[in-house]
């Protein structure tokens, strides 16, 4: 078992209970093989969380984006508690390095796994409300999701990033993106997809998720990055000839 003194400093928050953390890190496989563990799996405050993330995300934006719409609230919130979202709020936690998985699932890469990291992100949420209340896990979240909001309003991730790229790629190049699955990995409770989206013959991005839906909307994201980067090269060389 982990010493939890440390990951309860990086989150800002101590447990009274502290059943309810190790419950939040651990991953089913784990039980699995330590059928005597006492206690159960992050499952059931996965479940809780993802309900608490999405009330709390969408009263923070209702009440710090009154001259957004619906459709943009809903677009917004949408980004922020996608599975890659809450992975990457995870990794930045380092709540890898704190998780109980099985051998197997912890040697083939499960601490990085977004799958799994973006379930132990709802459950710890859920297992903060349980301990502490309402108040403590939206103070908790807030920290998280403030600075993710600036970066998806300027990066525009709020929008549809297939839809983007395809707009992009047809009006400059007259072409059409294609995807392509190159990976799958994982047991069925937590594959993971690698997805490739080429634009003429050229790998322009690659995204990993849970599913393939969200593995491409990442591979779009890349390479919606990098396009923008050669289009603006490309302006900038025009600029400067003689």
């Given at each position: 078992m ?14 009274i ?17 330590n ?11 996965e479940?809780?969380?993802?309900a ?77 409300l ?8 939206e ?53 993971e ?16 998720g ?6 491409e909307?990442?591979?779009a994201?890349?390479?919606?990055q ?17």
């Amino acid at each position: 078992m982990f010493n939890l003194s440390e990951l309860e400093k990086t989150l800002g928050t101590t447990f009274i209970d502290k059943s309810l953390l190790q419950r939040a890190l651990t991953h089913r496989s784990y039980l699995n093989e330590n059928p005597h563990y006492p206690l159960s799996d992050n499952e059931r405050l996965e479940f809780l969380g993802d309900a608490v993330l999405d009330f709390l995300t969408a009263k923070y934006l209702y009440n710090h984006f009154p001259e957004i719409a619906e459709g943009g609230l809903t677009s917004l919130r949408a980004a922020l508690v996608k599975g890659e979202t809450l992975a990457h709020f995870a990794a930045a936690l380092n709540l890898g390095e704190y998780l109980l998985l099985s051998r197997g699932e912890a040697e083939s890469g499960g601490r990085e796994r977004k799958g799994i990291l973006c379930a132990a992100f709802e459950a710890l949420v859920g297992a903060i409300l349980l301990d502490q209340g309402l108040q403590a896990a939206e103070d908790f979240l807030l920290r998280c999701i403030e600075p993710a909001v600036r970066h998806i309003l300027e990066e525009e991730l709020y929008r549809d990033a297939k839809s983007m790229l395809q707009e992009m790629t047809q009006g400059q190049l007259q072409i059409t993106p294609i995807y392509r699955t190159v990976a799958e990995r994982g047991p069925d409770h937590a594959k993971e997809f690698t997805v490739e989206v080429l634009i003429g013959n050229e790998v322009y991005g690659r995204g990993i998720g849970h599913n393939k839906q969200v593995a491409e909307q990442e591979a779009a994201q890349v390479a919606l990055q990098r396009m923008r980067q050669e289009l603006g090269e490309i302006r900038l060389l025009g600029f400067l000839k003689p």
